[in-house]
């Protein structure tokens, strides 16, 4: 399938920004979307100029803004998030406004997701097959989330695809990524917090990769209606990636780990850290995503290694 324009709707988070780089890169008519003119404009500034990306300011929870700003655009990339203290409440919201935009506009849509709804792990490396038992509040959300996208009842227009990512850093990796707020500090120069445990090698994926993997998604007709994993380059424990992101950065501060005691302490003043505490047990028993899948039936999967995932993430953040 040839995609002749993209809206992205959530363009200014961590996913958004890749995704839309990536499209502009592509030569691919691209609208920007997002609810802060100045991210949009400190987004514009870092991707550079492109004659055929636009920006659009507007409320993804009103469906009339993405209709009015996305034109002719025939796939919408629903990259747009809330915080995880919020997730419960308006998640769900949310997908809903944006679906009901895009079926209106009878467009295709790509959801970007993550691993929660699967749960506990119970295969060595999960895929698509993988049991959706999630034991959490935010898995459980998460999955009604899956529902709702894949409900042919409600969206009788609209195809979706949900791509699902693990843990991932990279440029524009914000405080939304576990990672992203530790590498932002050790850039910085300043004393970092680590969430979890830094002993055991979890799956982290490169921003610029997935979003690679995700346009070229995308594109295949046969893919809509599927979930589809979009693994990274490997598994890294917490340690190395400290090792490697002093090195990048030449800063020797103190990386503190954070637990549930710690992550409780800080949630008494910020609720998002205290959201975090029901999830470490992904930092503990981590799950590993099975790429067979898109290899077979997409292409390759990107693989940056972490040596120069890590330091390209520090040195953009250096100079932004």
């Given at each position: 399938?040839?995609?002749?324009?993209?809206?992205?709707?959530?363009?200014?988070?961590?996913?958004?920004?890749?995704?839309?780089?990536?499209?502009?890169?592509?030569?691919?008519?691209?609208?920007?979307?997002?609810?802060?003119?100045?991210k949009l404009e400190e987004l514009s500034e870092r991707i550079g100029d492109y004659a055929h990306?636009?920006?659009?300011?507007?409320?993804?929870?009103?469906?009339?803004?993405?209709?009015?700003?996305?034109?002719?655009?025939?796939?919408?990339?629903?990259?747009?998030?809330?915080?995880?203290?919020?997730?419960?409440?308006?998640?769900?919201?949310?997908?809903?406004?944006?679906?009901?935009?895009?079926?209106?506009?009878?467009?295709?849509?790509?959801?970007?997701?993550?691993?929660?709804?699967?749960?506990?792990?119970?295969?060595?490396?999960?895929?698509?097959?993988?049991?959706?038992?999630?034991?959490?509040?935010?898995?459980?959300?998460?999955?009604?989330?899956?529902?709702?996208?894949?409900?042919?009842?409600?969206?009788?227009?609209?195809?979706?695809?949900?791509?699902?990512?693990?843990?991932?850093?990279?440029?524009?990796?914000?405080?939304?990524?576990?990672?992203?707020?530790?590498?932002?500090?050790?850039?910085?120069?300043?004393?970092?917090?680590?969430?979890?445990?830094?002993?055991?090698?979890?799956?982290?994926?490169?921003?610029?990769?997935?979003?690679?993997?995700?346009?070229?998604?995308?594109?295949?007709?046969?893919?809509y209606g599927q979930n589809w994993n979009i693994p990274g380059a490997g598994l890294i424990s917490?340690?190395?990636?400290?090792?490697?992101?002093?090195?990048?950065?030449?800063?020797?501060?103190?990386?503190?780990?954070?637990?549930?005691?710690?992550?409780?302490?800080?949630?008494?003043?910020?609720?998002?850290?205290?959201?975090?505490?029901?999830?470490?047990?992904?930092?503990?028993?981590?799950?590993?995503?099975?790429?067979?899948?898109?290899?077979?039936?997409?292409?390759?999967?990107?693989?940056?290694?972490?040596?120069?995932?890590?330091?390209?993430?520090?040195?953009?953040?250096?100079?932004?």
């Amino acid at each position: 399938m040839e995609m002749k324009k993209a809206i992205v709707v959530g363009a200014t988070g961590g996913t958004g920004a890749a995704i839309t780089e990536e499209l502009a890169k592509q030569g691919v008519p691209t609208i920007a979307f997002g609810r802060s003119r100045k991210k949009l404009e400190e987004l514009s500034e870092r991707i550079g100029d492109y004659a055929h990306l636009t920006f659009a300011e507007g409320n993804a929870l009103t469906p009339e803004d993405i209709i009015a700003a996305a034109g002719d655009a025939d796939v919408l990339f629903h990259c747009a998030n809330v915080p995880y203290h919020e997730m419960e409440s308006k998640l769900i919201p949310l997908g809903e406004a944006i679906m009901e935009a895009a079926n209106r506009l009878g467009i295709n849509v790509v959801a970007i997701d993550g691993i929660y709804p699967y749960g506990r792990t119970q295969a060595e490396r999960i895929d698509e097959n993988h049991p959706k038992q999630p034991h959490t509040r935010k898995g459980k959300t998460r999955l009604q989330f899956e529902h709702m996208l894949f409900d042919k009842r409600r969206w009788s227009i609209s195809n979706v695809i949900i791509a699902r990512l693990p843990d991932y850093y990279g440029p524009t990796a914000n405080a939304a990524s576990y990672l992203g707020s530790t590498l932002e500090a050790i850039a910085a120069g300043k004393m970092a917090f680590f969430i979890g445990n830094m002993r055991i090698p979890r799956e982290y994926v490169y921003l610029p990769d997935a979003a690679a993997m995700i346009v070229e998604l995308a594109k295949h007709d046969h893919a809509y209606g599927q979930n589809w994993n979009i693994p990274g380059a490997g598994l890294i424990s917490g340690r190395d990636i400290v090792r490697l992101a002093r090195q990048a950065s030449g800063s020797s501060k103190a990386v503190i780990p954070l637990g549930r005691i710690g992550l409780s302490l800080l949630g008494m003043g910020m609720p998002v850290m205290k959201e975090i505490v029901e999830m470490l047990y992904l930092t503990e028993e981590p799950v590993i995503l099975d790429g067979e899948k898109y290899e077979r039936q997409i292409g390759p999967i990107r693989k940056t290694s972490f040596e120069q995932g890590i330091a390209a993430t520090i040195i953009a953040l250096q100079s932004s």
